[in-house]
């Protein structure tokens, strides 16, 4: 089974609508969790980090789910340029600060 | 300027060849990770090192050998090159001491083939 698990897509979705996913991972322990966005064939940026209590960063929301060990990703008013894989992130363990575990991606597909 | 850069961008080699890809920052980061992308799967950590006299090996480190030259640069490279290396190659860095540690920030890649 992979650490960190994510449906791989697409998903495709009318410019202005609404989408989410999620993110499974297998370390109880993980403490960190993170979305990054990677364009095609680019670097992986972060997006936001993961907060316990859910978080939201404009149109981004997030949440963790630590009985079920999901995180999620909500984007909200999709717009065309939302469209890329989003990562999800996971540390290993709480001694092993610094070392993450990558998700495969979700592909987001914005159409006009 | 970017903040991690990365050298070269792209590289055709032919098996059995050495192969050296650089990396350099100027983020001031003490933290320096190696990682390769290919598809369906997510990044796996090669090499890291968390100051210049700290090397780590990751998951896949076999088959390669890293360098902390300074603060600001790390070198992988491929001894004797094999076509199932060929990937996307990202340098990482991040800082030390803080929440902030796990936030990793990315080169924008190496794009290698190995024929």
């Known amino acids: 089974r992979k650490e960190v698990e994510q449906d791989p897509g697409p998903f495709n979705v009318p410019e202005g609508a609404t989408v989410a996913f999620n993110c499974t991972y297998s370390?109880?322990?993980?403490?960190?969790f993170f979305w990054y966005r990677q364009d095609c064939r680019k670097e992986p940026k972060l997006l936001m980090s993961?907060?316990?209590s859910g978080n939201e960063d404009g149109r981004f929301t997030a949440q963790l789910n630590r009985a079920s060990q999901y995180i999620s990703l909500l984007i909200r008013d999709s717009k065309l340029s939302d469209s890329a894989t989003y990562l999800c992130?996971?540390?290993?363990?709480?001694?092993?600060?610094?070392?993450?575990?990558f998700g495969a991606g979700t592909q987001v597909v914005v159409t006009p | 300027d970017a903040d991690v850069t990365q050298t070269p961008r792209n590289r055709i080699t032919k098996t059995g060849k050495r192969i050296m890809l650089e990396c350099s920052q100027t983020?001031?980061?003490?933290?320096m990770y190696w990682y390769r992308q290919d598809p369906g799967l997510g990044l796996r950590l090669i090499y890291y090192?968390?100051?210049?006299?700290?090397?780590n090996k990751g998951e896949i480190s076999d088959g390669y050998s890293v360098s902390r030259q300074a603060q600001a640069k790390f070198s992988l490279s491929l001894e004797s090159a094999i076509p199932n290396q060929t990937a996307l190659y990202f340098c990482?860095?991040?800082?030390?001491?803080?929440?902030?540690?796990?936030?990793?920030?990315f080169g924008p890649g190496t794009r290698l083939t190995v024929l």
């Open positions: 090192s968390f100051d210049v006299k700290d090397i």
């Open positions: 990482a860095t991040s800082d030390t001491g803080t929440k902030d540690t796990d936030t990793q920030y």
């Open positions: 370390n109880s322990a993980s403490q960190s």
């Open positions: 992130v996971v540390n290993r363990a709480t001694d092993s600060w610094g070392k993450l575990q």
């Open positions: 983020k001031g980061h003490d933290r």
């Open positions: 993961v907060y316990s």
